[in-house]
């Protein structure tokens, strides 16, 4: 089982910049792939970006050249940087590991906040 907990969330004005951090524990080296969505109020979870054990990320079209997703294995730690911040990237960021091939269950973190003020 992995659980992740994320923090970084808050109240930032548009064109500000905020960093989200995900913290990975349990099974953490069973994880290849981690990523981001964000959900908004009324509208369906979003991927936002994520990344594979390579290290290569991808990103949601909306966000490209704004959200830069990292990861630190040694801190068992992934982080999504969020620059030029505008008022429909407000929503509550979720940390995610899609699921393991011998249990089947997605993972999520209880989220965090964002909220962009225009």
């Known amino acids: 089982q992995v659980q992740l907990v994320e923090s970084g969330g808050g109240l930032v004005q548009a064109g500000g910049s905020l960093r989200l951090s995900c913290v990975a524990s349990g099974s953490t080296s069973s994880i290849k792939t981690i990523g981001w969505y964000r959900q908004a109020p009324g509208k369906r979870h979003e991927l936002v970006a994520s990344?594979?054990?390579?290290?290569?990320?991808s990103y949601a079209d909306s966000v490209k050249g704004r959200f830069t997703i990292s990861r630190d294995n040694a801190k068992n730690t992934v982080y999504l940087q969020m620059n030029s911040l505008k008022s429909e990237d407000t929503a509550v960021y979720y940390c995610h590991v899609p699921p393991f091939t011998w249990d089947g269950t997605d993972y999520w973190g209880p989220g965090t906040q964002v909220t962009v003020s225009s």
């Open positions: 990344i594979g054990s390579g290290d290569t990320p």
